[in-house]
């Protein structure tokens, strides 16, 4: 861990209330989701239970959340109001690590967790459980309380997984270290089963991440699998575009029972790039692109650029736009790229180094045409603009390149000898 990087006690969290980038209180935490992992390394901190004022209990991602200090909680306002539900490969810090008895790694000696630290990782959103407060002894109301110390996470026994369990458990911590594509190729391979196992055991982004690297047929299959409320969470965490393509492969009264639980704002953009040809930049393209308005500063662009959500495709470039600033947004400006960001004063208004020379695309424009703009002026990403001037969204190149490959292009052994250095398909 770095120096400095923020550690917080669990006990300290427990009851502080969680507010949204307004300061309008969303609940109050009751508890921590943790998962554990494979290979000694420490348990990974996957979000908050939250109480909010009805008294329902709701899940929130850490990566939804943008601080934690000060006895209090802040969001980014995005929050599901489904109850929680916990699955078979989480953990409970509050309910099921405090009071247990373990054991310390040097000398055997058993103890009995009091609190858990939680630190962040560096330039992540990512948490970790990083020390345990325990005490030495049994303790008890007849005896004497023992020593209590503060120990880091690899001094007690019992937090991870074994390497060569078989459960979906050990899987789903085995994958953690791979990225979306690898564990998309993982998943295609194993039994239709074990796919279904392991994909409800991921938690709702991790597999939105995979979805959208599997084939439709394995897509398909998984999410018909899943429990609807828990498929509409998991549309939602997934690219528009890329929940636009599975939803057009389902029957139509699945497809819209599962855009009426999705969100009224993630369920309106998808069903308006369903309106779009699949093989236009209409059906290509996300509606999520990063759009500044002209009176932004290249500090604000490279703020917006180093958000560690974004694909490297959308962060290239930023797209300056009149209000307001979510597609379809006012009138189309220009575009401003990560180089010329680079090159000017954090001051200087993104609205005076704006590129407005490439006609941008309209959203009807077929396939074979936006691959020869991209690739005519070596860009890695496109606007989509209406007739009325409003940035639609954006086509990036690797939803064109999904689009020109084989179908069966995801078989290709990228790590392989043979994969790559003989070109096998």
């Not at 997984?161 to 295609?188: C, I, K, S, Y």
């Not at 993630?266 to 930049?281: G, P």
């Not at 074979?368 to 639609?392: C, F, H, I, K």
């Amino acid at each position: 861990m770095a120096a400095g990087a923020p550690r917080v006690f669990v006990s300290h969290l427990s009851g502080v209330p969680v507010f949204d980038p307004n300061g309008d209180q969303v609940g109050r935490v009751r508890d921590l989701v943790a998962m554990l992992r494979v290979g000694g390394r420490p348990p990974r901190i996957l979000g908050l239970v939250v109480e909010v004022v009805s008294r329902r209990r709701i899940f929130l991602p850490m990566t939804r959340v943008t601080g934690v200090e000060s006895g209090q909680v802040i969001t980014t306002g995005v929050v599901n109001m489904r109850r929680f539900e916990q699955r078979p490969t989480e953990r409970l810090v509050l309910g099921e690590f405090l009071d247990r008895r373990v054991r310390l790694v040097e000398s055997d000696e058993e103890v009995t967790v009091l609190d858990v630290a939680i630190q962040q990782l560096p330039a992540r959103r990512d948490w970790e459980i990083d020390k345990y407060f325990v005490r030495k002894g049994r303790g008890g109301a007849l005896r004497r309380k023992g020593e209590t110390l503060t120990v880091e996470w690899s001094a007690v026994s019992g937090f991870s997984l074994e390497e060569h369990g078989q459960g979906a458990e050990n899987l789903v911590a085995t994958f953690e270290r791979l990225r979306p594509a690898d564990v998309a190729n993982a998943l295609h391979h194993l039994s239709p089963k074990r796919r279904v196992e392991v994909a409800a055991a991921l938690d709702d982004d991790r597999l939105a991440d995979v979805l959208e690297e599997l084939p439709e047929d394995d897509q398909v299959e998984i999410l018909g699998k899943l429990k609807e409320e828990r498929a509409a969470d998991v549309l939602e965490a997934m690219d528009p575009d890329d929940a636009a393509d599975l939803l057009s492969e389902l029957p139509e009264e699945d497809k819209e029972r599962l855009l009426t639980l999705m969100r009224p704002d993630d369920a309106a953009d998808v069903r308006r790039l369903m309106s779009y040809e699949e093989r236009t930049a209409g059906g290509l393209m996300t509606t999520e692109p990063i759009v500044l308005r002209p009176d932004a500063t290249v500090a604000d662009a490279l703020a917006r650029v180093r958000q560690q959500d974004l694909s490297p495709a959308l962060a290239a470039q930023v797209y300056v736009c009149r209000s307001p600033d979510e597609t379809p947004t006012g009138k189309y400006l220009g575009t401003v790229h990560f180089q010329r960001l680079l090159r000017d004063p954090p001051f200087t208004l993104v609205s005076s180094i704006v590129d407005s020379d490439l006609v941008p695309l309209p959203p009807d424009t077929p396939l074979p045409t936006v691959t020869s703009y991209l690739a005519a002026y070596n860009l890695v990403s496109a606007p989509v603009v209406d007739e009325s001037g409003s940035l639609l969204g954006a086509v990036t190149v690797d939803d064109v390149l999904d689009h020109l490959l084989p179908d069966d292009w995801r078989e290709t052994d990228f790590h392989g000898e043979e994969g790559i250095l003989h070109g096998r398909t």
